[in-house]
């Protein structure tokens, strides 16, 4: 499951599906609300685009897929948080210029992997970086880095061959800056 099309009220969930669906049942909330949102997708496309979200707040989601013999296991939950919205500049003509949702262009790449998978990330200033894998329940697996970098573009590389199959959380934090991204372990 992955999150792209990030803006300030739109996001576009996708997710591989094993097997055949007639169609997927998505809910969506955000992380405050109590109750969840059904959005209904039919046929077997593999994504949707949710719209008429807030600006700047944490969401999470999950999938069924609607199947001739009944709806399967619900998908564990995936995060996401839209841009924040437009701040105002002080100047004379007042224009408006909208915050980047995501200063480190956090992107990892294959995903879902069976062996090893590369982290890119974009920093804006020299920082110190932290890049750790957790499992869904919060227990740390692997630091990969804990160390500074220049401004610019960076590739790291996580070797997956000696943990388990299942989902995962990347961290990366680099100062002010800090974003999640599910990682898929496939053995």
């Keep these: 499951m992955d999150e792209t099309q990030i803006t300030t009220s739109s996001v576009k969930p996708s997710w591989k599906l094993q097997g055949n669906a007639q169609g997927f049942d998505l809910y969506y909330r955000s992380k405050s609300a109590a109750s969840w949102i059904h959005k209904t ?5 593999e994504s949707a685009t949710l719209s008429g979200l807030l600006p700047g707040t944490d969401y999470e989601w999950y999938i069924t897929a609607a199947c001739r013999t009944g709806n399967s296991m619900a998908s564990p939950n995936s995060y996401f948080t839209t841009q924040p919205g437009a ?3 002080n100047s004379p003509s007042n224009i408006q210029k909208p915050v980047p949702a995501s200063a480190l262009q956090l992107a990892v790449f294959p995903n879902p992997t ?5 982290i890119s990330f974009s920093l804006p200033t ?3 970086v932290s ?6 329940s919060g227990r740390l697996i692997n630091t990969i880095t804990e160390s500074a970098f220049a401004a610019g573009q960076h590739q790291l590389h996580w070797n ?13 934090d680099a100062g002010n800056y800090k974003e999640t991204k599910r990682l898929v372990v496939v053995k």
């Design 131 to 136: 890049v750790k894998i957790f499992d869904m």
């Design 114 to 118: 069976s062996s090893s998978t590369t």
């Design 126 to 128: 020299p920082q110190k």
């Design 160 to 172: 997956a061959a000696y943990v388990h199959g299942g989902i995962y959380v990347l961290r990366i």
């Design 41 to 45: 997708v039919a046929g077997d496309k």
């Design 87 to 89: 701040v105002a500049v």
